[in-house]
């Protein structure tokens, strides 16, 4: 019902700044919680941050907080994570994904879409 393509990885210096994008398709995004987040390997994919369907409120993992922001436009149909002051231990291929609820989760059990993942890497 939702398809969801991330965009905006790459490779940056520790202390730089990347814009992740995912653009969902349809006509329901703004019925979805939108969420990222990322899976370095072998580690368990880890909860990043969250958004309501509104965009009024937001959630973050503890090691993210302060550094990245979660945004949502929902005219585009998009959804979007600014890293900041990124470390070395960001470095993961990043997921978008959309939860049909209210209520912001953060286990990835709990996410009914998700997309292809966009690389990483920060560089020490």
């Known amino acids: 019902q939702v398809q969801l393509v991330e965009s905006g990885g790459g490779l940056v210096q520790a202390g730089g700044s990347l814009r992740l994008s995912c653009a969902a398709s349809?006509?329901?995004?703004?019925?979805?919680?939108m969420a990222w987040f990322r899976q370095a390997p072998g580690k368990e994919r880890d909860f990043v941050a969250a958004i309501t369907r509104s965009g009024g409120s937001s959630y973050y993992g503890d090691s993210v907080k302060g550094r990245f922001t979660i945004s949502r436009d929902i005219a585009k149909n998009t959804v979007y994570l600014q890293m900041n002051s990124l470390k070395p231990e960001d470095t993961a291929v990043y997921y978008c994904?959309?939860?049909?609820?209210?209520?912001?989760?953060?286990?990835?059990?709990?996410?009914?879409?998700w997309g292809q993942g966009t690389q990483v890497t920060v560089s020490s």
């Open positions: 349809g006509r329901t995004f703004s019925s979805y919680v």
């Open positions: 994904a959309a939860d049909i609820t209210i209520q912001i989760r953060t286990s990835p059990s709990n996410y009914d879409y």
